[in-house]
């Protein structure tokens, strides 16, 4: 910062140099209440809002993308899901609500899961990721 600056610019500049770092910053973490947001509104469009869970968030998982502790209504996103496009995230949730009503993936949970519309696109695209696998690997 050039020492000739008045002290009013410098304050200013630096809450602007700040407040920059900040968004950078929470643009490069997974961000748990984005998540419970984006939940929110699927839950709200498909779900008619009946679906509670008690917490969600990201946590590092190396094989799976998403879980349900179907018991306590607790979802976890795997945190390098954070570079998917938003509509495949937004698949991941869709799936991992539709496991708060069924822990299985027999026809009611697909019936739930297939409400989000690009759920088959998005099967595809996992597939594709996790092409060692014939089974996107979504738990
Ligand atoms: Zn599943």
Redesign the pocket.
Known sequence: MPAWMPQGERDRWAGEMRRRLQRRMERARPSDERLDHRAQALNARHFGGRLHWTSIGFADMARRW?S?TFTVGAIRIATRATTLPDWVLDYLLV??L??LEHSD?GPA?KELEDRYPLSERARGYLMALDHATTEPA??
């Open positions: 998403g349900c799936h991992e539709a496991h993936h949970f979504v738990d």
